[in-house]
């Protein structure tokens, strides 16, 4: 026993010779969650319709014989057409003729085209997947082309889902087979009130019913999360989603129709670890003194993006001795929020720059004084430092007054036809009659 514990000091001052900004050791956090972000689908406008792989490359269609091509990595749409067939003169008629809809020039690989023929080889239509709602046809006529942009009609459904967390919400989300990009959404829909890493108990249950975009049949994307809930410790936190745009409002909202956003974010980064908290007195091995960590310290990978926790300006930016590569945001209210040991900078930004609650603005690293990397985050609030992890925030906008009827009324039609009957996962065809009303 003694042995050991004679070595945690000895490791304790040689890393407290090390450096000086933090003086405990942190070690980078090999939490899975925090691949989380490459896993998100597409957005719709990214997405393409998919192939449908068992019809084959080529199907037969009452008298239209379908060959289908997909636009290869490093190739051109003029050298996939001219391996579909056509001659560049063709091609070119295509090219002039489909321009005033759509830059056939500007497709990008992976994008899949048809090519209908008829039964005596004679061209009927060029379809190209633009995106999974654009299509571009093409249509031979005498000695022209004719082109039409087509935007597919989509329809939405609602998916959902429920769970209870053992470690974390992504893992039970995974476990109730809830697309990864929902989890992070229903994360981000309760990042002000929950904090996921820090206050998550095994026995934390949680549901949320979400549309899906359809589109012929087939899934092109997500529409919002439409209520959700999340039961912490037996502490329950609720939302809706509302909106209203005439009004201006948008936005997820708890059951009194207060906003859940709070002014600031809880942490700096979507998932990590604390590896050091905020002290005012904290026992420095060297000298012997009571020395504090004005800050908090989140263990995580290199490269982890680092958000800004609330709207602001940068106020600097800049290698900083042993704080490294640091940004600090300017808040409203006379609060300041500073990001320590970074390994690069979100391109762009510079002193003045206007930033977002929850932008983006670095990445994890350890340049500076630091033995490995993580973020050294601090927190003040008239120029004193705040423990970040203690502060009491007011919340920020609400659902105005005169649209409280309304948004109650919203919240009970939801309660009724996707909280209070959902057993276990289950779908139903129709978006919410209200919730298309206070569009
Ligand atoms: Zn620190």
Known sequence: MKTSWQSVIVFTLLASLVFSGCTRAHEPTDDPIT??????????????????????????????VREEYEIKKNSTSFESLR?????????NEIVKAAKPEYNLSQVTPGTRFTVEKTTTEEIHRVVFNISNIQRLELYPKEDNWVAEL?????????LSYEGEVQDSLWTSGMKAEVPPYLITELAEVFSWEVD????????????????????EGKHVGWGNILHAEYINQ??????????????????????LGRSLRKMFLKSPLKFGRITSRFSRRRFHPIKKIYRPHYGVDYGAPRGTPVRSIGGGRVTKIGRFGSAGKMIVVRHPGNFKSRYLHLSRFKPGLRVGSRIEQGQVIGYVGATGAATGPHLHFELFKNDSYQDPLNVKLPPSQSVPKELLPNYLEHVQYIERNYVQQEEGRQV???????????Q
Request: charged share 35%; net charge neutral; hydrophobic share 30%.
């Open 234 to 255: 037996d502490n329950s936190h609720k939302a809706y989603y509302f909106e209203d745009k005439a009004k201006g409002v948008r936005g997820h909202f708890d059951e």
């Open 83 to 91: 391996e579909a067939g056509f001659s560049p003169q063709e091609i």
């Open 35 to 64: 691949g989380a972000e490459s896993q998100i689908p597409l957005k719709p406008e990214e997405m393409k319709i998919p192939y449908n792989k068992e019809s084959g490359a080529i199907s037969s269609i009452l008298n239209v």
């Open 196 to 215: 996921f890493y820090r206050e998550i108990r095994p026995g934390d249950r949680w549901k949320f019913s979400a549309e899906e975009i359809l589109a």
């Open 150 to 158: 087509k935007k597919l009609t989509t329809k939405t459904r609602i």
């Open 428 to 438: 139903s065809a129709e978006k919410p009659e209200l919730h298309k009303d206070t």
